[in-house]
């Protein structure tokens, strides 16, 4: 049985950081494609971040360049996204996702697994 659990979430002041942790079971992260996406109230889900096996490439979506890393341990089967400089449009149940698109030019989508989503709340 496939399970994707995220960590790391919380209440954080503007500028702030987090870690989010995502740990697999019952998949070798090794051998896909992982992504962070979230989702605000009231909004669409949104690809965040992505990075690829292989080459280890990446993705972000405009909005998070320069403050968001996403990264991998294979060894501990874990995907994290660091959040730096946080802002309160920032907000969102965030989701790690397996087994995803994840190209140059637009956000990662059609994921075929997914956490159950951790809330990160950017506010004073």
């Known amino acids: 049985q496939v399970q994707l659990v995220e960590s790391g979430g919380g209440l954080v002041q503007p500028g702030g950081s987090l870690r989010l942790s995502c740990a697999a079971s019952?998949?070798?992260?090794?051998?896909?494609?992982i992504g962070w996406f979230r989702q605000a109230p009231g909004k669409e889900r949104e690809g965040v971040s992505c990075?690829?096996?292989?080459?280890?490439?990446?993705y972000y979506t405009d909005s998070v360049k320069g403050r968001f890393t996403i990264s991998r341990d294979n060894a501990k089967n874990t995907v994290y996204l660091q959040m730096n400089s946080l802002k309160p449009e920032d907000t969102a149940v965030y989701y790690c996702?397996?087994?995803?698109?994840?190209?140059?030019?637009?956000?990662?989508?059609?994921?075929?697994?997914w956490g159950q989503g951790t809330q990160v709340t950017v506010s004073s």
């Open positions: 990075i690829r096996n292989g080459d280890g490439s990446t």
């Open positions: 996702a397996a087994d995803l698109v994840c190209r140059d030019n637009r956000p990662p989508h059609h994921a075929s697994y």
């Open positions: 019952g998949l070798p992260l090794v051998y896909y494609t």
